[in-house]
């Protein structure tokens, strides 16, 4: 029966998985206590799934003459940006059957909007989008996504759910 559930990919550290940077998680328990019981859950961790491993430097957005990079922070020099770009068109042809995507919001990665985004003059500016979430969302322009905050948020929780259904509806 599992096997017929939606799939709904959610990054990896909403579902208790300690793969963040410092090691810890974001467990969102209405996530992995409701969502599992209708859903089937496909955790993804494209920092994880690049070989940056736990406990790893901090990565950011760099705005480097227009052309938006993810740079470690500690190291300038360690561009993640190919890396985390081919991941994500590699999640696009490996899993068709994902019906929806929970991000993880803020992330250099995984964030959909509003990522902060160091400019020229040294200043961060919440403008960016996560560099998978964005290859994510660019290839797949019709699949319903959502962040955590939003999941706790009842309306949009209905809305994404609602998105789900009829994006799963249209794959058959």
Excluded at 32 to 60: D, F, Q, W
Aim: charged share 20%; with cysteine; net charge neutral.
């Amino acid at each position: 029966m599992s096997n017929h559930k939606i799939k709904i990919a959610v990054s990896s550290c909403l579902l208790g998985e300690a793969v963040r940077y410092d090691g810890t998680d974001k467990h969102i328990q209405f996530i992995t206590e409701n969502l599992a019981k209708e859903y089937n859950l496909i955790s993804l961790c494209p920092e994880m799934a690049v070989g940056m491993g736990v406990p790893r430097s901090p990565i950011h957005l760099v705005d480097l003459d227009g052309s938006i990079e993810v740079l470690g922070i500690d190291n300038p020099n360690n561009n993640m940006t190919k890396p985390l770009s081919d991941y994500g068109l590699k999640v696009v042809k490996g899993f068709p059957e994902i019906c929806g995507y929970i991000f993880k919001k803020n992330s250099p990665s995984c964030g959909t909007k509003n990522v902060k985004v160091l400019n020229s003059q040294g200043e961060y500016e919440k403008r960016g989008q996560g560099i998978y979430a964005s290859i994510i969302i660019n290839n797949l322009p019709m699949l319903p996504v959502i962040n955590e905050e939003a999941c706790l948020n009842t309306k949009a929780m209905d809305k994404f759910l609602l998105d789900v259904h009829t994006y799963s509806e249209q794959l058959r």
